[in-house]
């Protein structure tokens, strides 16, 4: 997550980066809640949520 955003960024900047941000991302999209996460949800659709987010980072 933070390489993919150094490597992209023309200069890399350490107050962009927010690791408990992005670590919160990744939790919220594989240990979600019942109520929020539909019993259908497969690890597929959970990693392409992931993807979309950190697509632009």
């Known amino acids: 997550?933070?390489?993919r955003?150094?490597?992209?960024?023309?200069?890399?900047?350490?107050?962009?980066l927010s690791k408990k941000k992005d670590r919160n991302k990744v939790k919220q999209a594989f240990h979600a809640?019942?109520?929020k996460q539909?019993?259908?949800s497969s690890l597929a659709e959970r990693l392409q949520k992931v993807?979309?987010?950190?697509?632009?980072r």
């Open 1 to 3: 997550m933070e390489m």
């Open 5 to 16: 955003y150094t490597m992209n960024a023309k200069r890399a900047s350490a107050n962009k």
């Open 33 to 35: 809640n019942d109520n």
């Open 38 to 40: 539909t019993t259908n």
């Open 51 to 56: 993807n979309d987010h950190f697509m632009n």
